[in-house]
């Protein structure tokens, strides 16, 4: 079947603007997680949606960072008025529970210039 | 003190050779481990879950110890398709949910 996907696969973007980064978990994964990775560091937890209830919000670096699931399905992570230091890869990963494997998208690359 | 602490390396060794990554880990109250494997430029993939009690998996053989929070990766018969970055992932002690990922080990398998 199909794996987690992500759009786009990159994006360059100037100082100032917004972006939206798109997730499509796997079919009946009820969890998702979204990550940041900078250039040769590990992966920084953003924020983790299950099911219907809150999400967590903890890892979200700033206010001009937010996330968006409806239910089960797409998710989204928006970035307002992005800054250099946003520049990254951004990693969604989805999974049946939280004891089970995450399974990643290949991530979205964000370069702020 | 960072949350996992591992070697960033490169370990560079022949094929066929043994090698064994270690990981220390700073929430007493983890309770799930992983080790996770990075290849350049893409995303991380589940190499394989630690249990308690250690276990192995083919080549690969994982151990934990809670005492010392203390996790290793001994990979046997290296081969070239064994280059890549191992992340070391213990979970949050107070959310199962949320798992800490290491900045890697980076190993290189020659001819």
Known sequence: GAGVSQSPSNKVTEKGKDV???CDPISGHTALYW?????????????????NSAPDKSGLPSDRFSAERTGESVSTLTIQRTQQEDS??????????????QYFGPGTRLTVT | ???????PGPFNVPEGATVAFNCTYSNSASQSFFWYR??????????MSVYSSGNEDGRFTAQLNRASQYISLLIRDSKLS????YLCVPNAGDSSYKL???SGTRLLVRP
């Open chain 2, 1 to 7: 003190r960072k949350e996992v602490e591992q070697d």
């Open chain 2, 82 to 85: 064994d280059s890549a970055t």
């Open chain 1, 20 to 22: 939206e980064l798109r």
């Open chain 2, 100 to 102: 800490i990922f290491g």
């Open chain 1, 88 to 101: 990254a890869v951004y990693l969604c990963a989805s999974t049946v529970g939280p004891a089970y494997e």
């Open chain 1, 35 to 51: 990550y940041r990775q900078r250039l040769g560091q590990g992966l920084e937890f953003l924020i983790y949606f299950q099911g």
């Open chain 2, 38 to 47: 990075q290849d350049c430029r893409k995303e991380p993939k589940l190499l």
